[in-house]
């Protein structure tokens, strides 16, 4: 899994930003000494694009404004509001790697709403998750299917039933910021 940022000044200047900390979960700092086009005196909002790449090569990604709460020589440090809840980071656990690693977060999240959108889980999960897992290693497969089936509880119960209460429309739009924000979380746990 790579994580990729890159950062846009209001004129449409950019540069991919390789070092950067979390600070919490609303706040990051920049140790990348920035250019001088990205950084002129008037700056105080950025327009970030932060991707995470999975092994299989899906993308996920999350749009981010950003202001500029302190400029020291070397670092800035920004803050920054998401649309989507931060509350989506709970369901982060060891288990989220390894879907990531075998199958793809995105591509498991994506064909799980998909499979709520046909109102028929009870009947229609063994196939569903016999069908994710069928490219995955047989020595593995029993592994990251219990993987899948405890991370797709967590994502009905805390995600579907409990942050969008059910609203599968604004489940799927923002499909890609989800799969993102969880993947952050391991960015995160690094950091406090």
């Known amino acids: ?3 990729h940022n890159v950062l846009f000044t209001d004129n ?3 540069v991919e930003i390789n070092d950067i900390s979390y600070l919490d ?5 920049i140790n990348d000494i920035l250019p001088p086009s990205i950084l002129r005196k008037g700056s105080v909002n ?3 694009y932060f991707l995470v790449e999975e092994d299989n090569n899906d993308l996920s990604g999350i749009r981010r404004y950003l202001n500029i709460s302190e400029r020291r020589g070397k670092y800035l440090k920004l803050s920054y509001c998401d649309d989507i809840s931060n509350t989506v980071r709970e369901i982060h656990g060891d288990y989220v790697d390894l879907v990531s690693k075998y199958v793809g977060l995105r591509r498991v999240i994506s064909s ?3 499979l709520i959108l046909e109102n028929d889980i009870n009947n229609n999960f063994s196939y569903w998750l016999e069908k994710t897992v069928e490219n995955v290693p047989l020595d ?3 592994l990251i299917a219990q993987r899948i089936t405890k991370f797709v509880n967590l994502y009905l ?4 039933e409990g942050i969008y209460k059910r609203n599968i429309d604004l489940l799927k739009r923002f499909e890609s910021e989800i799969a993102f924000k969880i993947l952050e979380a391991q960015l995160l746990q690094k950091t406090y």
Do not use: A, H, P
Request: avoid cysteine; charge should be positive.
């Open 112 to 114: 799980f709403n998909d």
């Open 25 to 29: 979960g609303s706040t990051i700092k």
């Open 1 to 3: 899994m790579r994580f």
């Open 46 to 48: 950025f327009v970030g």
């Open 140 to 142: 593995v497969r029993e």
């Open 12 to 14: 449409g200047n950019f």
């Open 157 to 160: 119960i805390k995600i579907y």
